[in-house]
């Protein structure tokens, strides 16, 4: 099974950057497409940028050339760098891992932009 662990979020100001970091265990990590979600108060989940195993990506387009979505198989790990941030961007982010019956969230990590 693959279990994700996020890290990297914060407080931080309009116009300013965060990396956030997926860990994943197991060993299907190579097969995977890995996923951040965001999910803001009162708001449902939304997908903000995705990459395939053959690091294919895509973008919600209110994050398009703002959010840069990478991977590296070797570590097993999952990066979201957010730059220029806005106060709509804030949310607690999840990271997520499917393929096939594979369908894993990790507990989510809050970032807030805000002065």
């Known amino acids: 099974q693959v279990q994700l662990v996020e890290s990297g979020g914060g407080l931080v100001q309009p116009g300013g950057s965060l990396r956030l970091s997926c860990a994943a265990s197991g060993r299907l990590f190579g097969i995977l497409t890995m996923g951040w979600y965001r999910q803001a108060p009162g708001k449902e989940r939304e997908l903000v940028a995705s990459?395939?195993?053959?690091?294919?990506?895509s973008y919600l387009g209110s994050v398009k050339g703002r959010f840069t979505i990478s991977r590296d198989n070797s570590k097993k790990m999952v990066y979201l760098q957010m730059s220029n941030l806005k106060p709509e961007d804030t949310a607690v982010y999840y990271c997520n891992a499917r393929a096939g019956y594979i369908d894993q969230w990790g507990q989510g990590t809050q970032v807030t932009v805000s002065t």
């Open positions: 990459i395939t195993d053959v690091n294919v990506t």
